[in-house]
């Protein structure tokens, strides 16, 4: 269950803990009427009925749910619930191109100080590792002079990278992340700031190397950042990055997979973005982009089992076509 902050009303917030208390013994018909009682004494705290939508969910009354959620959503103008995206897994919404930057933000500044342990202890966490490992398949002991860390968090991927870069440049979403990155002393320069945002405002073609370890799977709509990475990257410059990708078996690398529709991207039940190869193509494609690897990895596990997921590796060599 989701909580953000009090809901200014001492009684309701006794009544949203002893709820959660209820969820947590599995008594979710309990847990919807406290959630409710919590309602009336706060209509507007988004909380509240992000909490009753998911109790209402596992009470498989998904009409209602949806509502909830739509409540939830209502009252959270910043997104940073994620409502959006539950609407979408129910079917009750379009998916959106991203996940809600206020989401993302929460997200990681709620996890910022124990992120990475968590990553490389609990989910075997191996993306930067991964990339670093493709990079040198296709540009051994290549030292690049300018280097930009999409969604760089506590700095996993800049430590991978630093001996190769000689100014290296991080950026996130995430306030406390960046602190993170700055106490390991990493980056010759961070930024707090939205990824396409902070690629249109570089000079056009001073990056050599753009990366992006499991920053994708909070975006769906790829074709801005690929245009973006474009304008920032040098001619011949690397553009590497992981995704998730369906785990249905049928999905080859080169072949579209019809269940991910015209969009080539989904949103799993994991609140995370799936993107299929032939997708990844497209976008390069459309942006200037040469494809210099793709290959089928996995950069963490969950509960136990590797997540499927793609390491991409695109070379800029022409001007980006976007019009």
């Given at each position: 269950m989701s909580h953000l902050g009090s809901s200014g009303d001492l009684a309701a917030d006794r009544r949203y803990q002893w709820a959660l208390g209820a969820v947590e013994n599995g008594d979710f018909e309990a847990a919807r009427d406290l959630f409710t009682q919590t309602l009336d004494l706060a209509p507007t705290w988004a909380p509240g009925w992000f909490a009753l939508a998911e109790a209402l969910e596992r009470l498989d009354r998904?009409?209602?749910?949806?509502?909830?959620?739509?409540?939830?959503?209502?009252?959270?103008?910043?997104?940073?619930?994620?409502?959006?995206?539950?609407?979408?897994?129910?079917?009750?919404?379009?998916?959106p191109a991203a996940a809600p930057p206020g989401y993302v933000k929460a997200l990681f500044d709620q996890y910022a100080a124990t992120f990475d342990k968590h990553l490389v202890e609990k989910l075997a966490y191996r993306g930067p590792e991964l990339l670093l490992a493709a990079i040198d398949a296709v540009a051994p002991h290549q030292k690049f002079a300018a280097v930009l860390d999409l969604g760089c968090g506590a700095g996993l991927a800049g430590a991978a990278i630093r001996a190769r870069a000689t100014n290296l440049t991080g950026v996130d979403l995430s306030p406390l992340m960046i602190e993170?990155?700055?106490g390991k002393a990493i980056y010759d320069r961070l930024a707090v700031a939205e990824i396409v945002d902070f690629l249109q405002g570089e000079p056009q073609g001073g990056a050599d190397l753009i990366l992006a370890a499991d920053v994708f799977v909070y975006i769906g709509?790829?074709?801005?950042?690929?245009?973006?990475?474009?304008?920032?990257?040098?001619?011949?410059?690397?553009?590497?990055?992981t995704v998730q990708r369906p785990g249905a078996a049928?999905?080859?690398?080169?072949?579209?997979?019809?269940?991910?529709?015209?969009?080539?991207?989904?949103?799993?039940?994991?609140?995370?973005?799936?993107?299929?190869?032939?997708?990844?193509?497209?976008?390069?494609?459309k942006t200037g982009f040469a494809e210099a690897g793709l290959l089928k990895a996995s950069t963490r596990k969950d509960r136990g089992a590797d997540v499927p997921g793609l390491v991409a590796l695109f070379r800029r060599k022409s001007p980006p076509n976007v019009g």
């Open positions: 998904r009409e209602e749910a949806s509502e909830a959620f739509r409540q939830a959503q209502r009252h959270d103008p910043e997104g940073a619930l994620g409502a959006s995206l539950h609407l979408a897994r129910l079917d009750a919404a379009p998916t993170q990155a700055r709509d790829l074709a801005p950042v690929f245009a973006a990475a474009a304008q920032a990257l040098a001619a011949d410059g690397l553009f590497a990055f049928s999905l080859e690398l080169g072949a579209a997979n019809s269940e991910l529709g015209a969009a080539g991207f989904e949103l799993g039940a994991d609140m995370r973005y799936a993107h299929s190869a032939e997708y990844l193509r497209l976008c390069a494609e």
